[in-house]
């Protein structure tokens, strides 16, 4: 059973940082591309940033500047680094990986349970 845990939420004010990590554990043969989304009280959860296996990545446009995602792939862990976090941050974050099992030849899609970023004074 594959699983994907998110860690490094939490309250902070404008203009702060936090770092979101995301552990995949259990039989997996191979992890594709790491993304964060995120979802805000009463809105659709919406795309961050991604990055592919080979360190190839993609932010949304409200985020680029601001947020920088990396991962290590001989831990498998994906992070996003989060600095000058706006009010408009607050949301709970998700990790999504694209993971091939140990056990078949398929690959999906697995997601995290989300950890609350809040960002207010």
């Known amino acids: 059973q594959v699983q994907l845990v998110e860690s490094g939420g939490g309250l902070v004010q404008p203009g702060g940082s936090l770092r979101l990590s995301c552990a995949a554990s259990?039989?997996?043969?191979?992890?594709?591309?790491m993304a964060w989304y995120r979802q805000a009280p009463g809105k659709q959860r919406e795309f961050v940033a991604a990055?592919?296996?080979?360190?190839?990545?993609n932010y949304a446009d409200s985020v680029k500047g601001r947020f920088t995602t990396s991962r290590d792939n001989a831990k498998n862990t994906v992070y996003l680094q989060m600095n000058s976090l706006k009010p408009d941050d607050t949301a709970v974050y998700y990790c999504?990986?694209?993971?091939?099992?140990?056990?078949?030849?398929?690959?999906?899609?697995?997601w995290g349970q989300g950890t609350q970023v809040t960002v207010s004074s």
């Open positions: 259990g039989s997996i043969f191979s992890i594709y591309t």
């Open positions: 990055i592919t296996s080979v360190g190839s990545t």
């Open positions: 999504n990986a694209e993971i091939r099992g140990a056990d078949s030849p398929h690959v999906r899609d697995y």
